[in-house]
């Protein structure tokens, strides 16, 4: 069975990088069936898309996001990973990770079909 | 990019059908056949409901079903129970390589 975990500190500084990874286990982060996508949650709010990545290392981000996003994966450790830059508070959220099922041809498209249980970020000082 | 639009909340009695709705533009909901839905219960990760309009996973209740007219896309949940109470998001596909959350709605199983 498919198992996601976040894991990274859950206290950055204002105007600091936030940093995340997710390991996935009982299955391979190199299908070619799926994309591996970060999604978070402002407490009491609604989800919000980060963007998704492919094994391969392409990347699919929020354009609201993308000028401070990066993502990268390690197929060798079946891991991938979240740096968000210059953060306020307004990025306090819980971050989840979760398989992002991709619709051949049509970059980004698809649905999220597993989710990590989600990691609370605080950003203060 | 603005999130889809929801009502912030719906309600029913145990047994009764509600329907949630999902709008958004001929950008996104309009626009694809990629719209799904999600179950979050307080504390939880959010949970696949229903993908493609119109699919459901393998496990989830045939009480939940999907459907889209125009830049609409609504969910209808059957036969509600006490469980079923929980906020629910839609998600669309939202062209140039970008997906689009809706705000969500609370659901009351009163």
């Known amino acids: 069975q498919l198992q996601l975990q976040e894991s990274g500190p859950g206290l950055v500084k204002p105007s600091e990088t936030l940093s995340l990874t997710c390991t996935v286990s009982?299955?391979?982060?190199?299908?070619?069936?799926?994309?591996w996508g970060w999604i978070r949650q402002p407490p009491g709010k609604g989800l919000e898309w980060i963007g998704s990545?492919?094994?391969?290392?392409?990347?699919y981000y929020n354009p609201s996001l993308k000028s401070r996003v990066t993502f990268s994966v390690d197929t060798s450790k079946n891991q991938f990973s979240l740096k968000l830059s210059s953060v306020t508070a307004a990025d306090t959220a819980v971050y989840y990770c979760?398989?992002?099922?991709?619709?051949?041809?049509?970059?980004?498209?698809?649905?999220?079909?597993?989710w990590g249980q989600g990691t609370l970020v605080t950003v203060s000082s | 990019q603005s999130a889809l639009t929801q009502p912030a909340s719906v309600s029913g009695s145990p047994g009764q059908s509600i329907t949630i709705s999902c709008t958004g533009t001929?950008?996104?909901?309009?626009?694809?056949?990629?719209v799904s839905w999600y179950q979050q219960h307080p504390g939880k990760a959010p949970k696949l409901m229903i993908y493609?309009?119109?699919k459901r996973p393998s496990g989830v209740s045939n009480r939940f079903s999907g459907s889209k007219s125009g830049n609409t896309a609504s969910l209808t949940i059957s036969g509600l129970q006490a469980e079923d109470e929980a906020d629910y998001y839609c998600?669309?596909?939202?062209?140039?390589?970008?997906?689009?959350f809706g705000g969500g709605t609370s659901l009351t199983v009163l």
């Open positions: 493609d309009v119109i």
């Open positions: 001929n950008s996104d909901v309009g626009g694809y056949s990629y």
């Open positions: 009982g299955g391979s982060i190199s299908s070619s069936s799926y994309y």
């Open positions: 979760a398989r992002h099922f991709r619709v051949p041809g049509i970059a980004a498209a698809g649905y999220f079909d597993s």
């Open positions: 998600c669309s596909y939202a062209g140039g390589s970008t997906v689009i």
């Open positions: 990545i492919y094994y391969s290392g392409s990347t």
